[in-house]
């Protein structure tokens, strides 16, 4: 891993030719190089340094050339601010690097063991929090020199758009994924829907990765009723697609190809095909990766993983396998997510998924997010209720009412009983700074 930017010099068809680019900045690789000579004073070798920011061309300079002195980087952006004192703590952070500025903190009093191990083979390292919604969150440590191995063999790279964040898996797997295979990440003004579809005209974008929610948000709002001319390929994750919105994208865009992704910050973005394109169907694997089905859920081995967690114990099995928590179930080599196996609702001893009543709710029009929970019930042990949002919410009660009326008829054709919420809420989801949703929890 060393030497990384002569390497990324060497290869490239033209330095001067940006891999970044936004409406009034634009970054290649001659650019960082020449960043190298005066920034990021005092950085040593071994150093775990937070680095805040995003997609812009200070933070994405200062994090290639952290990734070249073997340091231990921390990417944050300024949404999680209000967590960073305790990532610092947590990650042994003894240098911050933010708006072109570099800071030394005093050296932490304990040493944790993997970042030892990482230092004593001259490695640097990579220090990813898990953006889980409950619990806190795990602090997932990679070397960066088994990370970036799976960018070195060649792909085909296109123009994308950064929708993803800077501290997100995913985000930084299509951010090296362009700059070693000479492709383009185009950065929209804002994460607003209109505004990253803006950027994908203004930039002739042919891929944009996006949640199922912001897709679906596209929707709804009528951002795809005139397709962007330039746009090959969408691909969809960090969250499940349901099939409702997959059929209805499809027809949207008829010339456009929908590609599943699947990955997690303890093992990376993983290689996937999906079977066509409006199917949930995929095939999950790539080199040096397992998948089984053990007891309802997806278990992975790769040797990409992480090292472990920083402040939890190592969730792999002695033969190595991670337990995704993923409800899956297969077709051949093909394989399905259908939801979380700690998100199944007993109703009287009959399990029901979520996904089913999601799935059915998204079929009503109008409908933007739901999402069903368990709750306690005296009789039955749990019973259904959903949360959900319209595109456009009532705007008084009795219109509330009537709505949900009708939604509850819609639920009652589609659905067993068991499975019928007995309590639907609207307004209660809402999608968050990652374009996922995310719900109020009930009084």
Request: hydrophobic share 35%.
């Amino acid at each position: 891993m060393t030497q990384l930017l002569q390497t990324l010099l060497r290869n490239s068809p033209d330095p001067q030719r940006p891999f970044l680019i936004g409406r009034s900045f634009t970054l290649s690789p001659a650019d960082v190089a020449a960043a190298g000579k005066s920034g990021l004073p005092g950085v040593k070798e071994g150093d775990v340094v937070a680095l805040t920011g995003g997609f812009d061309p200070p933070t994405v300079s200062a994090f290639l050339h952290l990734l070249d002195r073997r340091a231990v980087i921390v990417p944050l952006t300024p949404l999680t601010q209000s967590g960073h004192a305790d990532f610092f703590r947590t990650a042994g952070v003894n240098c911050v690097v933010r708006d072109g500025r570099t800071e030394r903190l005093p050296e932490p009093a304990d040493k944790h063991p993997l970042l030892e191990e990482l230092r004593a083979r001259g490695e640097g390292g990579l220090i990813l929090f898990s953006s889980g919604t409950t619990g806190k969150a795990k602090a997932v440590l990679h070397s960066t020199r088994h990370f970036l191995a799976r960018y070195r063999t060649p792909r085909k790279a296109l123009r994308s758009v950064a929708l993803l964040l800077f501290d997100h898996i995913g985000g930084l797997n299509t951010l090296l994924h362009m700059l070693f295979n000479h492709g383009q990440v185009a950065v929209p003004r804002s994460p607003a829907p209109e505004d990253v579809i803006a950027a994908v005209r203004e930039f002739r974008a042919e891929l944009l990765p996006a949640s199922p929610t912001f897709l679906r948000l596209l929707l709804l709002h009528g951002l795809l009723d005139d397709p962007p001319t330039d746009l090959k390929i969408i691909s969809y994750g960090t969250e499940r697609m349901d099939q409702p919105t997959l059929d209805a994208l499809c027809r949207a865009l008829p010339d456009v190809d929908f590609r599943q992704t699947y990955g997690m910050s303890e093992l990376g973005i993983l290689r996937v095909k999906s079977r066509s394109r409006d199917s949930l169907w995929m095939r999950v694997g790539g080199e040096d990766t397992e998948t089984r089905i053990a007891d309802g859920t997806l278990r992975i081995r790769s040797g990409n993983r992480m090292l472990g967690y920083l402040n939890a114990p190592s969730p792999f099995d002695a033969g190595g396998w991670y337990d995704t928590g993923d409800l899956a179930e297969s077709d051949g080599p093909w394989l399905r997510i259908s939801g979380r196996s700690d998100g199944l609702i007993n109703v009287g001893g009959i399990k029901v998924r979520p996904d089913e009543v999601e799935d059915a709710a998204l079929r009503f029009p109008g409908l933007l997010l739901a999402h069903a929970r368990g709750a306690e019930n005296p009789l039955t042990g749990m019973h259904v209720e959903l949360d959900c949002r319209f595109v456009r919410e009532p705007q008084n009660a009795g219109e509330r009412r009537e709505l949900l009326r009708r939604l509850r008829r819609h639920l009652k054709g589609l659905l067993p009983p068991q499975a019928v919420p007995g309590r639907i809420r609207s307004g209660a989801v809402d999608i968050s700074p990652r374009n996922k949703k995310t719900t109020e929890q009930p009084c």
